[in-house]
């Protein structure tokens, strides 16, 4: 099975996920031949990137929900010529008012330290305890896929619309795709192992717009597994 990716996806999970990397980078980091310049750049990068997720952005989102609000207040809401009302005040913060700045591209150095540590001779003498104490080892998705998944994008093409379709073989050579139009028979579309497949027929009337159904199996070597519940959309000339 694909492993899963080292970073969480869900913010809050890579706020923690930072945060014992910040504190552990310090123990490993020197066993697995990382310079003390490359350990501290390592500690501030996932401070700041802490301070990023958790304070600035939720502070300057509210402050955008806020003056959003207070535009649609000033420009229609209350009584016309009445009391006054103030703007809201933008947000600040208790000095300091943040970790030091870095400089852009934290998550690349981050995987390019941890390549560096994995490939290292510390690293592989140890390497359960390392990577499970800095959480580096990766996640085996366990999670048994009985079809293909995808989505349906309606967009111009030459002559008339077309339809992209983005799919997840979730490991297997590629997908199987099939596709009716008006409710007609299925047909085989296409083999595909690089997603998206771009579904670029002509129309069957060139002047009416049809339904384009679709459903995907696995293919590996051949078609296999089930087929994925049905999507449909309609396109036009």
């Known amino acids: 099975m ?3 990716p080292l970073f969480p996806k869900n913010e809050a999970a890579q706020i923690a996920w930072c945060n014992n990397y910040a504190a552990k980078i310090v123990t490993h980091g020197p066993a697995c031949g990382e310079s003390p310049g490359a350990i501290a750049q390592a ?4 401070t700041f990137y802490v301070w990023l997720l958790g304070t600035w952005m939720p502070a300057i989102k509210g402050d955008a929900e ?7 207040l000033m420009a229609k809401g209350g009584v016309p010529g009445v009391s006054p009302v103030p703007p809201p005040v933008a947000t600040t913060f208790p000095s300091p008012p943040a970790p030091p700045a870095v400089a852009p591209g934290i998550l ?7 390549a560096r540590m994995k490939a290292s001779v510390g690293y592989k003498a140890n390497p359960n305890v390392i990577g499970q104490d800095l959480d580096i080892i990766g996640h085996a998705d366990t999670t048994e896929h009985l079809f293909p998944e995808f989505k349906l994008t309606v967009q111009d093409g030459a002559g008339c619309q ?14 199987w795709i099939e596709g009716r139009r008006n409710g007609g028979a299925w047909e085989f579309i296409a083999v595909d192992s690089t997603k998206p497949y771009n579904d670029e027929r002509p129309l069957l009337s060139p002047t009416a717009a049809e339904t384009r159904e679709y459903r995907l199996r696995f293919w590996d070597d051949g078609p296999n597994g089930d087929w994925s519940p049905v999507q449909k959309v309609t396109v036009g000339p």
């Open 162 to 175: 077309c339809v992209r379709i983005d799919f997840t073989k979730f490991g297997h050579k590629g997908v």
């Open 108 to 114: 690349t150095r981050l995987l390019d330290q941890i």
């Open 43 to 46: 500690v501030a990068d996932m």
């Open 66 to 72: 806020e003056a959003t609000a207070y535009k649609t």
């Open 2 to 4: 694909p492993n899963q």
